[in-house]
DNA sequence: TATTGTTATACTCTATAACTATA
DNA sequence: TATAGTTATAGAGTATAACAATA
């Protein structure tokens, strides 16, 4: 298909440039997080979870709901972290059903550490633009996802 | 840690707007794919597998290599999307330890299908962008991730 | 009754190591 | 001897369903 006709297109999908590079730009930048993270012995959720705690306590259903997971898979991840102690868990005090999770110093050192080995990782890539144009598509991104959140 | 005091910034770590930019939407558009992929019970992985097949007939390794996977790992993807009829293996005719992989009718049906959804799914998104931003975004995005590829 | 979290179970994804067949 | 692929095995991530404790 390398030596298709020129009748057909060499890349006959690309209805939109756009958001094939927005899709190839995630796929660059989640390998580089994976591979920050494997660095650590810590999956993409895993480090969601540290993300999360930087900076919060939250239940165990909180967590489920910000990552878009069931409570029983947090039930998983927790415990796993927990037993390497990066995190702790400890009963609610208002709600007797609920747990609270929060970083351990271990945990909280870790996610500091890895949010500066991401942004060294990924600084090959952003400083191939100079610094204008960082700055223009920080300010690019920023408004079209700020769009969405709200 | 909410009611920080002013001594202590909001964000005590957002050492580069850029990268936090990027790695949000990296997640957004993750979070996209994901479901698209769901929605017809497709894995991330698998949906690339698709997506690489989609105009070409490759070997379990390239296909491996091109993911970052074990061999043994693509046994099983192969495997799975194999019995649900979406590609086929073929015995290589220049290599007879080599199997080739390839999109059945149905896989290909699928694979367009999908990459039209994610188009839709991510315009939403897009959209927030005037066309003039939305062909700048573009630019900046494939500049910076050619000077990465190449 | 409804909610919070855990347990039990099952399946996918992934890697490592050992193996078969071909080169 | 080296390479292509599979099998065996193990562990993490995920979901569904059933459950216990609390509200």
């Not at 591979?35 to 979870?49: F, I, P």
Request: charged letters at 25%.
């Amino acid at each position: 298909m390398v030596t298709s006709p020129p009748s057909e297109p060499a890349e006959p999908h690309r209805h939109n440039g756009l958001v094939d590079a927005l899709v190839q730009c995630a796929f660059v930048t989640m390998a580089v997080l994976t591979k920050a993270g494997a660095d650590n012995d810590l999956s993409l959720t895993q480090m969601r979870v540290l993300a999360i705690l930087r900076d919060r306590r939250v239940r165990m259903t909180a967590l489920a709901d910000h990552l878009g997971l069931e409570k029983s898979t947090m039930t998983g991840l927790v415990d796993r972290a927990e037993k390497r102690g990066l995190l702790q868990r400890a009963p609610s005090a208002e709600d007797g059903r609920a747990v609270e999770v929060f970083l351990s110093p271990d945990g909280a050192t870790l996610a500091e550490r890895l949010y500066a080995h991401v942004g060294q990782a990924l600084s090959p890539t952003t400083s191939t633009l100079v610094p204008i144009d960082q700055r223009r598509l920080q300010a690019l991104l920023e408004r079209m996802l700020e769009a969405n959140t709200s």
